[in-house]
């Protein structure tokens, strides 16, 4: 017996849209070498949470068009052994095999037969596979076993019109990813969520409609690209008082250069005695979000902390490194990526010029004659973030391994470059009530060996253990841990102005691989902050820390009285 019967496809539309939006030894290894060390990934101090984007934004009507009359030589109803489900790459034999069986070995009527592949189409859809569908091809039954068909649905073609300076390729690949064959509406919507969490798309929708030929779909896209221009000011009490503790900068940041989605950001730094600038470029290589990127920074700076102002020391560093990151997990609310650096640091410290008429290698540990310390290093980063409506947690993991490359130094005895260490950090935000945040973050490096300054974990400062001056402590090996509510305590709401207050309490230790361990070796702190956020343009921060354990102080400075500001304005 032969069956006639033509494919049934689902008639599919819909549509989707997106809004979006000794002393001087200890001295140097605290001020002048430790502000070149190279920059350790920081969790950001202004922590938004926004709700993700709704779970179900799209309304998928399914009209699903009426069978053809069969043949009239169909007998009335036929016996089935066997079905034979061909073509489905999503569904198992045994998952297919459960909507089979009650029309196994008994009596099927047409209608029956057009039941059980509808009951198969109607699996995909339930799945959200919307343009995938089966049916009954042409065939002359062979002891009882009947095939059905699959055509599991595709998208055929992106079209991408862009409203600004941004290549449509850099939208198209994206989505190609999510409407991958099968096409699956949830997992094309999780790629639009994520292009609208993006920051160089300000809009997007999109509409996805019947191709010409069954089992395909053609998606229409219009992106509205956003500012990308971006330069800030900042303002903080955050260097180290031996080379000036109030710091200026200004930030230039352009997210988007060449229309290719690539970022360079120029900073530049200054103190009292000290300048740096950093230049930052980063460039998208896949449709993961894989990029590569450059990194530069230079700096000088000179000791202008009493008494020691009259032995004249300078120091300068250049670092620069090479690195690409990979997310291998990209969802709306999750984040798993592997990141690799090649960074090259030098640095260079002297003293004395003003006094004997001609400088003098500072005697750092590890440095050379000259006060030279070389650093080479490959790193391998693990981050993973999770995002929810009321919380964020996000963890950071980095090795760093010191090689033996341009010319980096190596010692017998002393810290060099040839080192073995491991950095992490946490963060938990919790959202307790409208504007109130419970904040939790935590540090730790381990080292197997000895470590140049550029290297050691510091404690004391605002970003640390509040209360004590920037980087007190210098050790091998260390930990931070950290605690703070932040509470609404003023609403301004005509010009959007938040101020709350945030409660905390700071704890940190250090300790040496081999060398002695400062004492104390603990720090730990309580006290208050402020916070001032208007929009997005400003941030200001004051913090009081009062110290736990006492520690003799250098100075009258802000820092060592336990105040620290720091001030952030966006021009554009």
């Not at 009527?109 to 995938?132: H, K, M, W």
């Not at 990209?330 to 984040?335: A, I, K, L």
């Not at 073995?420 to 963060?427: D, E, S, V």
């Not at 730790?444 to 300054?453: A, E, N, R, V």
Request: glycine content about 8%; charged content about 20%.
């Amino acid at each position: 017996m032969t069956l006639l019967r033509v494919p049934i496809f689902h008639c599919l539309r819909f549509c989707l849209s997106i809004w979006m939006c000794g002393v001087c030894g200890g001295l140097i290894a605290e001020s002048v070498l430790a502000q070149t060390r190279y920059a350790q990934s920081e969790f950001p101090e202004s922590i938004d949470i926004q709700p993700l984007p709704s779970e179900r934004i799209l309304d998928i009507p399914i009209d699903v068009a009426p069978s053809p009359a069969l043949p009239g030589t169909v007998p009335e109803s036929i016996v089935i052994s066997a079905f034979e489900v061909i073509g489905s790459t999503v569904f198992s034999e045994s998952d297919l095999a459960t909507i089979t069986a009650p029309y196994l070995n008994r009596p099927l009527t047409p209608a029956e037969l057009f039941e059980v592949r509808s009951a198969i189409t109607q699996r995909y859809v339930d799945q959200g596979y919307v343009n995938s569908g089966a049916y009954i091809p042409p065939q002359t039954l062979t002891d009882g076993i009947l095939q059905i068909q699959v055509l599991e649905g595709q998208l055929t073609d992106i079209n991408v019109d862009i409203v600004g300076r941004l290549s449509p390729n850099y939208v198209r690949s994206r989505l190609a990813l999510a409407g991958s064959t099968p096409l699956n509406s949830e997992r094309l919507l999780d790629g639009l969520r994520l292009l609208q969490l993006d920051p160089l798309i300000q809009n997007i929708t999109a509409e996805l409609a019947t191709g010409t030929e069954p089992g395909t779909s053609i998606l229409d896209v219009e992106v509205t690209v956003a500012d990308t221009f971006d330069v800030e000011l900042r303002t903080d009490n955050n260097r180290s008082p031996s080379v000036g503790s109030w710091r200026r900068g200004i930030a230039l940041t352009e997210g988007n250069l060449l229309g290719q989605g690539d970022r360079i950001e120029l900073e530049y730094l200054n103190t009292s005695g000290s300048d740096e600038v950093k230049l930052d470029y980063t460039f998208p290589v896949n449709a993961r979000n894989g990029t590569i990127g450059w990194q530069t920074s230079l700096s000088d700076s000179s000791v202008i902390e009493d008494p020691f102002t009259v032995l004249d020391i300078q120091s300068e560093s250049q670092t620069y490194g090479v690195s690409f990151r990979q997310p291998l997990v990209q969802t709306p609310n999750e984040e798993l990526a592997l990141g690799l650096r090649l960074t090259h640091q030098r640095s260079k410290t002297d003293f004395l010029s003003d006094v004997i008429g001609e400088s003098v290698g500072f005697p750092s540990p590890g440095a050379d004659a000259d006060g030279r310390t070389r650093l080479s290093a490959l790193r391998f980063s693990q981050e993973w973030t999770q995002t929810g409506n009321r919380e964020v947690l996000a963890l950071f993991s980095e090795f760093s391994l010191g090689l033996d490359l341009l010319e980096a130094t190596v010692n017998d005895n002393a810290p060099d470059s040839q080192f073995f260490a491991w950095r992490g950090q946490a963060q938990w935000v919790k959202l307790l009530a409208p504007e109130t945040l419970l904040l939790l973050k935590g540090g730790l490096q381990l080292s197997g060996d000895d470590l140049l300054p550029l290297e050691e974990f510091g404690l004391g400062g605002q970003q640390t253990v509040r209360g004590y001056r920037q980087n007190v402590l210098l050790t091998d090996n260390g930990f931070s841990l950290s605690g703070e509510v932040r509470l609404p305590v003023f609403r301004a709401r005509e010009i959007n102005g938040l101020l709350q207050l945030a409660p905390f309490v700071d704890m940190g230790g250090g300790w040496n691989h081999n060398g002695t361990n400062p004492d104390p070796n603990v720090l730990v702190s309580t006290g208050v902050g402020l916070l001032w956020q208007q929009g997005d343009r400003l941030t200001a921060r004051l913090d009081w820390g009062i110290p736990l354990v006492d520690i003799d102080k250098r100075t009258s400075s802000l820092q060592e009285n336990g105040l620290y500001f720091a001030i952030n304005y966006r021009l554009f």
